[in-house]
T-cell receptor, first 113, second 116 residues
């Protein structure tokens, strides 16, 4: 089935550092989404991207929809302790009609104060 | 708006028992779906619905049934629970199936299910 390869799997960084993570696939997507999941909670949408090449920011977060429509990245600038959590990329395929989101495996972020 | 709500938050079952996981949304969303989350595998689609009376299978439907009698509710039924169904279950909804600007997919808080 379709897969999203998300990397890195985990990151342990110092407060104030910038963070970068990405997702790649062999399939073409219409939509890329980035979610954050806190322990014991459901995923919360951070940024949604709908056009190839689109670059969108949400505070300290910036995400881009790759030109090839097969990848996306998320940057977090000047990390703070509350950025800790699991970050998921998710894509909705260009083809198909289920409305299904395909999820990456997640990037676990830990921030050392 | 309460958004997407799920009950129960935690559940322990014995193998062979049946139960229903509840999901409700008050945003008048047409599209609702169920995912399961397992370690290292992201979220996988179980079943989905594009409106009241319409349901269809996702990626991992075996062992689960759904129905959509109202726009608001989308319960997930486990007919005969198995240890392989131990997982965290998330319900999600969006206004329509195809995501666009102002049509985003929202997730509930999840149900943590353990099958012994």
């Amino acid at each position: 089935g379709q897969q999203l390869n998300q990397s890195p799997q985990s990151m342990f960084i110092q407060e104030g550092e910038d963070v970068s993570m990405n997702c790649t696939s062999s399939s073409i997507f219409n939509t890329w989404l980035w979610y954050k999941q806190d322990p014991g909670e459901g995923p919360v949408l951070l940024i949604a991207l709908y056009k190839a090449g689109e670059l969108t920011s949400n505070g300290r977060l910036t995400a881009q929809f790759g030109i090839t429509r097969k990848d996306s990245f998320l940057n977090i600038s000047a990390s703070i302790p509350s950025d800790v959590g699991i970050y998921f990329c998710a894509g909705q395929l260009k083809s198909g009609n289920t409305g299904k989101l395909i999820f990456g495996q997640g990037t676990t972020l830990q921030v050392k104060p | 708006n309460a958004g997407v709500t799920q009950t129960p938050k935690f559940q322990v079952l014995k193998t062979g028992q049946s139960m229903t996981l509840q999901c409700a949304q008050d945003m008048n969303h047409e599209y609702m779906s169920w995912y399961r989350q397992d370690p290292g595998m992201g979220l996988r689609l179980i079943h989905y619905s594009v409106g009241a009376g319409i349901t269809d299978q996702g990626e991992v439907p075996n062992g689960y049934n759904v129905s959509r009698s109202t726009t608001e509710d989308f319960p997930l039924r486990l007919l005969s629970a198995a240890p392989s169904q131990t997982s965290v279950y998330f319900c999600a909804s969006s206004l329509r199936r195809r995501l666009t600007t102002h049509n985003e997919q929202f997730f509930g808080p999840g149900t943590r299910l353990t099958v012994l």
